[in-house]
């Protein structure tokens, strides 16, 4: 099993930054795919990026250019650099994980769907006021 924990979220002004967090441990010898989803205020849960092992990422539209998700190995560790934040940005973000790997979907199908991913963290809040 692996367990998740994310931090680094909080309050900022839009046009701000936030970098988050997620340290994985348990059973990580094996995660493969990574990712951040996020769920706003009346909203559904949606992906925002994803990462693999070998440090491939893909991005959902909406924070394209703006978000960057990266990954320390050898800590266990997931990031998320977030610039230019914006009000609709708001949401609690979590960090998702399978152990073990499921191969055999595309980064795009894995960013679409919160089905695939076994295993949240307890989500960290973001809230960007204008």
């Known amino acids: 099993q692996v367990q998740l924990a994310e931090s680094g979220g909080g309050s900022v002004q839009s046009g701000g930054s936030l970098k988050l967090s997620c340290v994985a441990s348990?059973?990580?010898?094996?995660?493969?795919?990574m990712a951040w989803f996020r769920q706003g205020p009346g909203k559904e849960r949606e992906g925002v990026a994803i990462?693999?092992?070998?440090?491939?990422?893909m991005y959902a539209e909406s924070v394209k250019g703006r978000f960057t998700i990266s990954r320390d190995n050898a800590k266990n560790t997931l990031y998320l650099q977030m610039n230019s934040l914006k009000p609709e940005d708001t949401a609690v973000y979590y960090c998702?994980?399978?152990?073990?790997?499921?191969?055999?979907?595309?980064?795009?199908?894995?960013?679409?769907?919160?089905?695939?991913?076994?295993?949240w963290g307890q989500g960290t809040q973001v809230t960007v006021s204008s």
């Open positions: 998702v994980t399978n152990l073990p790997p499921v191969f055999g979907y595309s980064l795009g199908y894995r960013l679409s769907t919160s089905k695939v991913w076994e295993y």
């Open positions: 348990g059973s990580t010898a094996t995660v493969y795919y």
């Open positions: 990462i693999d092992r070998d440090g491939t990422t």
